[in-house]
T-cell receptor, first 110, second 113 residues
Framework: GQQLNQSPQSMFIQEGEDVSMNCTSS?????WLWYKQDPGEGPVLLIA?????ELTSNGRLTAQFGITRKDSFLNISASIPSDVGIYFC??????????FGKGTLLTVNP | DAGVTQSPTHLIKTRGQQVTLRCSPK?????VSWYQQALGQGPQFIFQ???????QRGNFPDRFSGHQFPNYSSELNVNALLLGDSALYLC????????????FGPGTRLTVT
């Protein structure tokens, strides 16, 4: 099935650094969402975006809905060890399903 | 406020068998979606249930079927299991009016041998 192009695939950073990751698609989406998944758990919703150009924050996390509606970005500021996990982007179109990326594995060295 | 719950946590089945997975949505939610997550991949949409009917289906064969009950809980059934069906099966619940804000359960890890 279709998956979004998410990059980078993995990141190794030092505690306190900022992180940026992005997600692109060949299709337009009406909604972009970002999830975090820890080992053995289900994805946890971090941020939902509903309008092209929208910039939304949730604590140290900031996400943007691209103007073309074909991409989205997630930034994490001042990373901490508990930020470790897999971050997924997901797009929602005119149907009811979410289409996910393959994820970005984030490792934070204390 | 109870979140999405799924049972069982883990399951081991033999090729050719049938399996039923269960999901209870987050309190107040009326819509349930099912996803398959293979190792190293993002979740893949199987189908969504609303008002006890299948509202949308992804690219999965008819061996995958589901049901939603009047209390909004749901079951996923998979017949004639294949080795490739081994995956984490995730249930997500949402409100029909804000459907894309889907909240996931912990998943059921299915292993087919």
């Amino acid at each position: 099935g279709q998956q979004l192009n998410q990059s980078p695939q993995s990141m190794f950073i030092q505690e306190g650094e900022d992180v940026s990751m992005n997600c692109t698609s060949s299709s337009i989406f009406n909604t972009w969402l970002w999830y975090k998944q820890d080992p053995g758990e289900g994805p946890v919703l971090l941020i939902a975006l509903y309008k092209a150009g929208e910039l939304t924050s949730n604590g140290r996390l900031t996400a943007q809905f691209g103007i073309t509606r074909k991409d989205s970005f997630l930034n994490i500021s001042a990373s901490i060890p508990s930020d470790v996990g897999i971050y997924f982007c997901a797009g929602g179109g005119s149907n009811y399903k979410l289409t996910f990326g393959k994820g970005t594995l984030l490792t934070v060295n204390p | 406020d109870a979140g999405v719950t799924q049972s069982p946590t883990h399951l081991i089945k033999t090729r050719g068998q049938q399996v039923t997975l269960r999901c209870s949505p987050k309190s107040g939610h009326d819509t349930v979606s099912w996803y398959q997550q293979a190792l190293g991949q993002g979740p893949q949409f199987i189908f969504q249930y609303y008002e006890e009917e299948e509202r949308q289906r992804g690219n999965f064969p008819d061996r995958f079927s589901g049901h939603q009950f009047p209390n909004y809980s749901s079951e996923l059934n998979v017949n004639a299991l294949l080795l490739g069906d081994s995956a984490l099966y995730l249930c997500a619940s949402s409100l029909a009016l804000s459907n894309y804000e889907q909240y996931f359960g912990p998943g059921t890890r299915l292993t087919v041998t």
